[in-house]
């Protein structure tokens, strides 16, 4: 197949476009075969590129527009479009500029102003919420049999603790007593500090150690023996955070990524279904299912080799 151009012609052609001094839109700058290339396309796909409008652009330009009509020519004659791998990258091409061209027109949708950023904030309060923790540190004393013996003695190691001065002496006193004493490996060698608990939240400690540890109110208090089926326990509070509410100064980027996330997820949603609308799609789960239900043969079992014969 022959590219049916002149090249004098053409560069003169192309010099007379970059000049803009009225060049025909229309005017042929190239045919391939029957099929034309005119100067209003070529100049259209040098601006697409955002390339300058000079001749040698053009010119390069206008050879890969020749190539590829010369190729749609070519794919037409060997009858391409029949051909699987040559559909499949046709219809995927056809997707991807259909969903491109469907979210172009929703873009704005994707701008997330001030007020909506607030609006959100507003909304989802418990989101941005910290809520009420304790840091507290505590004694694990493991049951025995003697139940009333060993709670009398935790009563007065916590007698112990109470006259201590609150501070570096009572923290202190706690600090030993929980290595000497302290069945919870964890914590026994950091003076039985077992960091912060949270109202609500999932611990390992029972329930009545915890809450007898949210009952205490100021950094240095003391429970009494909290007894469970277990273990007998003494508690210091270290300190307490209260309730806090981030900023939205803090958190306005967080909310703009997910207000946007959440946007486009939503476009796409909408088109996938714009790309389906006026078309009927229906699915066969029975065929679907009979893909799956064909099974293997199982292979012949063989029988072990027997004696061999003398």
């Known amino acids: ?99 491109t061209r469907f979210q172009a027109d929703w873009d704005a949708e994707l701008t997330v102003s001030e007020t909506d950023i607030k609006a959100e904030y507003d909304r989802d309060q418990s989101r941005y919420t910290r809520p009420e923790q304790i840091r507290v540190a505590l004694i694990e004393f493991e049951a025995g049999h003697e139940r009333a013996a060993q709670l009398e003695q935790v009563s007065t190691l916590q007698a112990q603790l109470q006259a201590a001065h609150v501070g570096d002496e009572r923290d202190q006193l706690f600090q030993s007593l929980a290595v000497q004493h302290s069945a919870d490996r964890a914590s026994r060698y950091r003076g039985g500090d077992v960091g912060f608990l949270q109202r609500d939240e999932t611990s390992r400690w029972p329930a009545p150690v915890t809450n007898a540890a949210f009952a205490l109110t100021h950094d240095g208090d003391l429970s009494a023996p909290v007894e469970t089926e277990s273990a007998i326990y003494l508690i210091k509070l270290v300190n307490r955070r209260d309730a806090f509410v981030e900023p939205l100064q803090s958190v306005r980027g967080d909310i703009r990524q997910r207000l946007i996330t959440a946007r486009f997820d939503a476009l796409k949603a909408r088109s996938k279904e714009k790309l389906r609308e006026d078309l009927k799609v229906r699915l066969f789960p029975a065929a679907i299912a009979a893909i799956g239900a064909e099974k293997v043969a199982p292979a012949a079992i063989q029988s072990p080799p027997g004696p061999a014969l003398n």
């Open 1 to 99: 197949m022959k590219r049916h151009i002149k090249p004098h012609a053409t560069g003169l052609l192309l010099a007379f476009c970059f000049s803009l001094s009225g060049c025909d839109n229309g005017a042929v700058v190239a045919k391939v075969d029957d099929e034309k290339i005119t100067a209003e396309e070529l100049v259209a796909e040098v601006n697409r590129r955002g390339l300058p409008l000079q001749e040698t652009v053009l010119q390069q330009v206008l050879e890969q527009m020749i190539d590829r009509s010369a190729a749609a020519i070519k794919a037409d004659a060997l009858e391409l479009m029949d051909e699987p791998d040559f559909q499949r990258a046709y219809r995927t091409l056809a997707l991807e500029t259909l969903q």
